[in-house]
């Protein structure tokens, strides 16, 4: 079985300061990488994901992340947030492809992100 | 991108009685699935829902207490049976179609409070 830890519960920041939210995974098998937001109050939004290929993933408002398959991490980035990133971000994984696994996503238990003006 | 509506955005329902989510996607998808997500926790599946035939439930989730129905590839329905306050979560379905960019898109879920 799969799981995901978040390391981080709360980051507060300062807006326009760079911010790692840290994520990493235990897995048996390939995963698939994912990033989501949660705004207040709303679904989950996609951020990013990781499936092949180059190890920096670029996501939507600015947000990177890398995979590292050696330290089973992957770690969400923003190199200048502002006040409209605060939110709950939550790192999640599934198994590759096929079989009845397929899809199911494992989430980490989520970071809030709160940036200060 | 899938377009998901659910019903209702927020309950309020006395222990002991039934309510039924629905989620509605604006195309036909391969897989949906429902999550819950309980105050302040993370997001945990309680099954996939399988058009045609019998939904498929995660270790501690039962069929009897979330009974599931998914008579097509748009349109899927989550009850809480018999509830408790320990089923006061948010409720979220969510979609992903078989072939496409692997990503899941979420509905705006559905908050239940149960007194």
């Known amino acids: 079985a799969q799981s995901v830890t978040q390391l981080d519960s709360q980051v507060p920041v300062f807006e326009e300061a760079p911010v790692e939210l840290r994520c990493n995974y235990s897995s048996s098998v390939s995963v698939y990488l994912f990033w989501y937001v949660q705004y207040p109050n709303q679904g989950l939004q996609l951020l990013l994901k990781?499936?092949?290929?180059?190890?920096l993933v670029k996501g939507i408002n600015g947000f990177e992340a890398e995979f590292n398959k050696s330290q089973t991490s992957f770690h969400l980035r923003k190199p200048s947030v502002h006040i409209s990133d605060t939110a709950e971000y939550f790192c999640?994984?599934?198994?590759?492809?096929?079989?009845?696994?397929?899809?199911?996503?494992?989430f980490g238990q989520g970071t809030i992100l709160t940036v200060h003006p | 991108s899938a377009v998901i509506s659910q019903k209702p955005s927020r309950d309020i329902c006395q222990r002991g009685t039934s309510l039924t989510i629905q989620c509605q996607v604006d195309s036909q998808v391969t897989m949906m699935f429902w999550y819950r997500q309980q105050p302040g926790q993370s997001l945990t599946l309680i099954a996939t829902a399988n058009q045609g035939s019998e939904a498929t439930y995660e270790s501690g989730f039962v069929i009897d207490k979330f009974p599931i129905s998914r008579p097509n590839l748009t349109f899927s329905t989550l009850t809480v049976s018999n509830m408790s306050p320990e089923d006061s979560s948010i409720y979220l379905c969510s979609v992903q179609d078989l072939g496409g960019a692997d990503e899941q898109y979420f509905g705006p879920g559905t908050r239940l409070t149960v007194t």
């Open positions: 990781y499936l092949s290929g180059s190890t």
């Open positions: 999640a994984v599934s198994l590759q492809a096929g079989g009845t696994s397929y899809g199911k996503l494992t």
